[in-house]
């Protein structure tokens, strides 16, 4: 469960507030997508459910911890460390006064679950790996970190399309079996319409679309993308009608 | 270079080797550029001196000297975590204060220990022994806390903060429990020399950290520190060649007063060459 309410947030230098009074309730287990252009508050609104940031008012209720993979794979694994010890790092809620090698067996059937041959690389370093299998890994230790809730910000942006596709159906397929509530930041309009069971548009640090249930199973990509691109032209009439001012 | 000169090259490289390992724990595994090490490690001769003169047993001065050094890194560590300060300034800070510490604790500026019986005798080789045992105490156990859960976490404090912030592990716990045993290596490193030279400068101190960095890096660049095995392999390595470069210089007639300009140029060099290769296409 992941209740947001009244949400908003300012950054200095900055008039605007980046958020402003966002309220989201998701259920346990629910999937939800989070569309929007370029600064419309998505990656704060997740750095404040994250703990990284803290609003300036509202509150963030959560039934568990958070995990997270970013679009960065450097921020979410650790490169010079095996693929080994990345995971064992993240799945190891409790540490002890025993070897991580413990995990091992354990390890290897979760990446050989994968399907794409990671297994051989198990005792390499991660940077050995290309940036698709690295991200690949950072979204197992999220998923493997025993955390409640998934927050996923453009996690397969930098992805070739055959490996977005592949991460993209893991992920889906693990939170679901997991239970795990899902937030997910896409620009991938495909990605919006056919993962989730709920679907929200960002826009100046609002909500400005909710759309669930039948809704958002009706829901394609061209009327979502007329959508967007309405809200962002009205946004830059506006804006170009201030700036010549 | 006869015989001597390289069993005492060796002999001196196995305690700078201890010194080059407490160097390699901030540096290496908390990301963390401890300079303490000018303090904590004079303060461990110092507290060793005062105590075999005092009539304590060597053996029990040793564990003395490394928790005072131990408590003088996490000094460090708390006024570079609780008061924001760099943690370069925090190492400089603490070093300059030990300064006075040590001469309090001393009394004078120098203890001479000739009429003390030490761990260390005559023989060279059994003086190796003895360090090498006091090394692998400290070294064992480390590379065995590696590898456990709580190893795991506290490389990943020094690799990825943020990430280590947010698998919720304490970068306050493992900076404070990294800078005491780093602290208390530089305290057994003192003891140990202040118990072969049976002599006490509250100066020995000057410039042991650049002994030690040399140390490291030569050891990394000849084997990497790609794997954990390898790191911990890289200070000792290094300290022995470093230690026997320094005495083929000397043989060849550098004075003993520019050694300290040869271990810069060193450091220089390896920094050099790692820069060189990562320029180099492919």
Known sequence: MLQINNVTKSFSGIFEPVLKEINLSLAEGAFCTVIGANGSGKSTLMKIISGEHFADSGEIRKNGDVAQVVQDVNRGTIPSMTMLENIALSSTKTPRFSFYKRCKNDVMSKIKSLNIGLEKFIDQPLSVLSGGQRQTIATLMALNSGGKILLLDEHTSALDPKMQLLLMEYTAKSARELGLTTLMITHNMEDAVKYGDRLIMMHKGRIVADMKGREKSQLRIQSLLEMFHKFEDQSLLRDGGENVR | MSVDLIMNGLQQGLVLAIIAYGIMIPFRFLDFADLTADGAYPLGGAICAVCMSGGVHPAVAIPYSMICAGAMGVCTALIHLKLRVNSMLAGIILSTMAYSVNLRIMGKPNIALFDCDGLFG????DNMLIICALLACCVVPFAIFLRTDFGLRFRAVGLN???AKQRGISIDRYTIFGLFIACAIFGLAGSLI????????????????????????IGEAFIGNFTLNRQLLAPLLGALVYQQVQGVALSLGLAPSDLKFFTGSIVLLVIALKRTEVKMPG
């Open chain 2, 122 to 125: 005559a023989n060279i080789v």
């Open chain 2, 161 to 163: 903060q943020s990430l």
């Open chain 2, 194 to 217: 202040v118990q072969l030279q049976s002599y006490m400068d509250v100066g020995i101190g000057v410039g042991i950290l650049i002994h030690g960095l040399a140390s490291l890096m």
